[in-house]
Nanobody
């Protein structure tokens, strides 16, 4: 089992920045892909970004150029730097651990989620 704990969510105004963090722990046998999903009210959960063990990244079109994903040296902590946030970025952000960074990302584990609210 891999446990994922997110932090960094909160209330920000449009145009501001926010940084999410997620630390993985537990029975980590192999470093895998880490990513962020979000779920906005009354919308389907969507993949925002992911990063592979080698550092390859994927971003949803809606966040390209504004969000940056990164990992620490141990590769067990992932960050999501969110710049120029928009009200449509509002939602619960979930950290995930899985395989296949990209549109075919398959999460095996999920964090509890952290709320991000962007006011206009």
């Amino acid at each position: 089992q891999v446990q994922l704990v997110e932090s960094g969510g909160g209330l920000v105004q449009a145009g501001e920045s926010l940084r999410l963090s997620c630390a993985a722990s537990g029975s980590i046998v192999m470093i895998k892909v880490m990513g962020w999903y979000r779920q906005a009210p009354e919308k389907q959960r969507e993949l925002v970004s992911c990063i592979s063990r080698a550092g390859n990244t994927y971003y949803a079109e809606t966040v390209k150029g504004r969000f940056t994903i990164s990992r620490d040296m141990a590769k067990t902590t992932v960050y999501l730097q969110m710049n120029s946030v928009k009200p449509e970025d509002t939602g619960v952000y979930y950290c995930t651990w899985g395989t296949g960074c990209g549109v075919n990302f398959e999460p095996d584990y999920w964090g509890q989620g952290t709320q991000v609210t962007v006011s206009s």
